[in-house]
């Protein structure tokens, strides 16, 4: 349990910034193929990681509701007519 926190702070850390970019800056998961649907899944093993880690430390649930937001906006993007993407 205590190696979750490290290894999910930093998925955290890593997947954010994929998960900005195909929210803003690109169409969607579907227009990025196989890398977007990776990102998206790779979103949503950390936001279980978080979930998990935060059951011990409840400090955590910030971080833990900043990906939910994230993953929530991305799919919002992906599956909706949003017009969330900058370049539209």
């Known amino acids: 349990m205590r190696a979750l926190l490290p290894l999910s702070l930093g998925c955290f850390a890593i997947g954010a ?7 803003f800056f ?9 890398w977007g ?3 998206a899944a790779f979103g949503l093993a950390t936001l279980a990681c978080l979930s998990f880690a935060a059951a011990k430390m409840r400090w955590l649930w910030g971080v833990v509701v900043v990906q939910a ?19 539209t």
């Open 37 to 39: 649907y990776g990102v």
């Open 69 to 87: 937001v994230l993953i929530a906006l991305l799919l919002y993007q992906a599956f909706s007519d949003a017009a969330l993407y900058i370049g």
């Open 17 to 23: 910034l994929p998960i900005l970019a195909l929210t």
């Open 26 to 34: 690109s169409p969607g998961i579907h227009s990025e193929g196989l």
